[in-house]
Nanobody, 116 residues
Framework: QVQLVESGGGLVQAGGSLRLSCAAS????????MGWYRQAPGKQRELVAT???????NYADSAKGRFTISRDNDKNTVYLQMSSLKPEDTAVYYC??????????WGQGTQVTVSS
């Protein structure tokens, strides 16, 4: 069983920065792909960024150039550094673990609110 605990959300002004963290329990973190997703009110959950076990990254167009995903396998933690935040980035951000044998886990989410 894997538990994912996000932290780092909050209220920030437009143009500001936040760093989200997601700490994973268990032993499959280092062999799993990790991702950040977000869901704004009234909208579907969408991909923000992913990072493979080897460190290859992928970003949604909305995140390119502003967000950076990274991981620390020694700490079982994945990060999302967000800069130049916009009001449209306001959402609940979820951490995702995509592991071997189809294992998939989600965190409880952390709220990010960007004021204009």
């Amino acid at each position: 069983q894997v538990q994912l605990v996000e932290s780092g959300g909050g209220l920030v002004q437009a143009g500001g920065s936040l760093r989200l963290s997601c700490a994973a329990s268990g032993s499959i973190f280092r062999i799993s792909s990790m991702g950040w997703y977000r869901q704004a009110p009234g909208k579907q959950r969408e991909l923000v960024a992913t990072i493979t076990s080897r460190g290859s990254t992928n970003y949604a167009d909305s995140a390119k150039g502003r967000f950076t995903i990274s991981r620390d396998n020694d700490k079982n933690t994945v990060y999302l550094q967000m800069s130049s935040l916009k009001p449209e980035d306001t959402a609940v951000y979820y951490c995702n673990l995509n592991g071997p044998f189809g294992l998939e886990y989600w965190g409880q989410g952390t709220q990010v609110t960007v004021s204009s």
